[in-house]
């Protein structure tokens, strides 16, 4: 009797196979949750924005993340960043590039779901889970490309 040192590739889907949908759910999820720890423990406390304008220029460097976050989200940028992830995930040619592109645009998109930018990300989750599911059916066995 013999014991597997590994298991195989193709009855343990990993992160390169038919797992892919799942894996870019959850990472969307756990950044979301990080998200909204960050929205309603460091963005949101109005304490702690009056906080930063009362030190004004001297304050901590937090204050300065803080500003760049709330500035971010006003822009859209975690939004129409997960977007361009994903279109960009839709048209690169490796697979690696593209598994790579969706599951960035998934966690962006995560994050922008409580960053304000629900639209955009919503958009760019879907797109980017339609390529992960395209990438795991084109590639069952789990082998990377």
């Known amino acids: 009797m013999t014991i597997p040192v590994s298991p195989s590739p193709s009855r343990f889907p990993g992160l390169l196979g038919a797992g892919l949908p799942l894996s870019g759910i959850a990472l969307a999820a756990l950044a979301a949750v990080g998200?909204?720890?960050?929205?309603?423990?460091?963005?949101?406390?109005?304490?702690?924005?009056?906080?930063?304008?009362?030190?004004?220029?001297?304050?901590?460097?937090?204050?300065?993340?803080?500003?760049?976050?709330?500035?971010?989200?006003k822009w859209r940028v975690f939004g129409w960043g997960a977007v361009i992830l994903a279109v960009s995930a839709l048209f690169s040619g490796p697979r690696r590039r593209a598994v790579i592109l969706s599951l960035a645009a998934m966690a962006a998109g995560g994050a922008g779901l409580y960053f304000y930018n629900a639209t955009e990300s919503a958009i760019a989750l879907m797109i980017a889970l339609v390529r992960l599911a395209n990438l795991g059916a084109a590639n069952p066995g789990g082998q990377p490309r």
Request: aromatic share 12%.
């Open 35 to 73: 998200a909204y720890l960050i929205r309603y423990g460091f963005i949101e406390p109005e304490a702690l924005g009056d906080f930063c304008t009362a030190q004004g220029v001297d304050g901590p460097a937090w204050c300065g993340l803080r500003t760049g976050l709330i500035v971010a989200t």
